[in-house]
């Protein structure tokens, strides 16, 4: 299963328009991160006019100058008009406060979408969830805990959410519950933290800031709209890209 994974991902590196990410240039003897950068034939932007509301305040997402802002009030999602099944999505996101929690949903669930919205009340959708989290949020489990934390982790854990299932790929929490993220890569709030999503046939997977760390195989369902979530806190997304694959 892990040779396959590798082989997936260089695939996935070949086959689509990349960068070297900045910070490479310091790591000797390490091959160049592949920032998928969502620039090349089959990419668009997604903007404003591809997402509606399902359950935030008016003044929960705004958009101005290509970045989303967000307010994290209240707890809810915004969607985006059209249903995706196999796709590569890439996003920016940067958290504006310490210990800041935030997500990303894909093939999100029609009924959980569909009562969220009758209720107009908080609440989070079904579906697979991209763990977006400041590293923050770990640091304060640690200190109110005084052990580390055993079931998630701030540098980009995948997992189903409510009624959607996902087979994780190690390393796997000890509950079984999310694919834990093979390396720790994720920056601090106030910098600007990379995604690249890949999900086809069923299956999703992650790359922070250039490196494949964290997915799922047997996704159900494996389609459906993909979700921008408001959890608490104020956090930012730019260059919001997709391309649709066969």
């Known amino acids: 299963m892990l040779t396959q994974r590798i082989m997936l991902s260089l ?21 160049p991160k592949a920032c998928i950068d969502g620039n090349g ?10 997402f509606v509301n399902v359950n935030s305040a008016d003044d929960t997402w705004t958009w101005k100058d290509g970045v989303i802002y967000c307010t994290g009030r209240p707890t809810s999602v915004m969607r985006t008009k059209e249903k995706y099944t196999n796709f590569e999505l890439v996003v920016e996101w940067n958290h504006r406060k310490y210990a800041g929690n935030s997500g990303i ?16 009340k908080p609440g989070l959708p079904h579906g ?33 959410c409510g009624a959607a299932k996902m087979k994780p790929y190690p390393p796997i929490a000890p509950n079984g ?4 993220p093979s ?36 996704c159900t369902p494996s389609t459906g709209v993909i979700c921008l979530e408001s959890e608490g806190s104020p956090v ?3 260059n919001l890209k997709i391309r649709v694959l066969p």
Do not use: M
């Open 11 to 31: 695939l996935v590196v070949i086959g689509a328009t990349s960068f070297v990410c900045a910070d490479d240039a310091a790591a000797p003897a390490e091959l």
């Open 41 to 50: 034939p089959g990419w668009v932007a997604l903007t404003e006019d591809d």
């Open 105 to 120: 949903f894909v093939w999100t669930t029609d009924e959980s979408i569909e009562r969220l919205a009758a209720a107009g």
């Open 128 to 160: 697979i969830e991209f763990q977006v989290l400041d590293l923050g949020y770990e640091e304060n489990w640690l200190k109110n805990k005084g052990v580390a934390s055993d079931w998630f982790t701030s540098h980009g854990d995948v997992f189903p």
């Open 177 to 180: 519950s999310r694919s834990f």
């Open 183 to 218: 390396k720790h890569l994720t920056k601090p709030h106030g910098e600007w933290n990379h995604y690249y999503i890949r999900c086809i046939n069923g299956d999703a997977r992650l790359w922070v800031n250039g490196e494949e760390v964290s997915g799922g195989s047997d």
């Open 236 to 238: 930012e997304f730019r």
